[in-house]
């Protein structure tokens, strides 16, 4: 079976503070991709990050960091200096190469990043 | 292109009535995808079209759900006879088509949802 948890449900942080969201998957495929989605207020899920199962290289984009470690099947998503506008609740997901098209989606994370 | 296109946006419903959501995707994707995701959750599968082929459905995928996306181009979710379960936002979402994984082709775009409220 595919799983992925996001134990945290809500963040609360004060703006400039970093943050990291948690992300823990299952998976028996050799192959397989995670991502991190970000839902805004306004609904829309919006594409942030992808890696595959064979590139453990820490990325870095902007304020954004994710780090990726087979050993302990995590894929965390940090921010550093969070800002009001990262408010929004943080969808990590898998894609294993036995699931044809679908990905299948943590529960989410809330985050509120007070002024 | 503007992306990934829902309609309606919002339905609200009475027991029992059917509703049909309706989903553009973005043109050059041949795969799209119907997601449902409730209140405080994540998106769950429900289906998958690659071109105008049905290839997966989802187990929640009860009989009063039907799908379609007859030219290979936009699809329709239909739900009969809603229930008050059924209330929830429904999500489309498209990518790139088989053979293309490294160049993204398991990179979904996600349309804004269409949120059905049954009463």
């Known amino acids: 079976a595919q799983k992925v948890t996001q134990a945290q449900t809500e963040i609360s942080v004060v703006e400039k503070e970093d943050v990291t969201l948690d992300c823990v998957y299952e998976t028996r495929d050799t192959t397989y991709y995670l991502f991190w989605y970000k839902q805004p207020p306004s609904g829309e899920l919006v594409f942030l990050i992808r890696?595959?199962?064979?590139?453990?290289q820490n990325e870095i984009s902007g304020r954004y960091s994710w780090n990726f470690q087979k050993s302990t099947s995590s894929f965390n998503f940090t921010i550093t200096a969070s800002q009001v506008v990262d408010s929004a609740v943080y969808f990590c997901?898998?894609?294993?190469?036995?699931?044809?098209?679908?990905?299948?989606f943590g529960q989410g994370t809330t985050l509120q990043v007070k002024p | 292109d503007t992306g990934v296109s829902q309609n309606p946006r919002h339905k609200i419903t009475k027991r029992g009535q059917n509703v049909t959501f309706r989903c553009d995707p973005i043109s050059e994707h041949n795969r799209l995808y119907w997601y449902r995701q409730t209140l405080g959750q994540g998106p769950e599968f429900l289906t998958y079209?690659?071109?105008?082929?049905?290839?997966?459905k989802s187990r929640l995928l009860s009989d009063r759900f039907s799908a379609e996306r007859p030219k290979g181009s936009f699809s329709t979710l239909e739900i009969q006879r809603t229930e008050q379960g059924d209330s929830a936002m429904y999500l489309c979402?498209?990518?790139?088509?088989?053979?293309?994984?490294?160049?993204?082709?398991?990179?979904?775009?996600f349309g804004a949802g269409s949120r059905l409220t049954v009463l």
């Open positions: 890696r595959n199962s064979f590139d453990e």
């Open positions: 079209f690659q071109n105008e082929a049905q290839l997966e």
């Open positions: 997901a898998l894609h294993g190469s036995s699931n044809t098209g679908k990905l299948i």
């Open positions: 979402a498209s990518s790139p088509g088989a053979g293309q994984v490294s160049s993204g082709a398991n990179v979904l775009t």
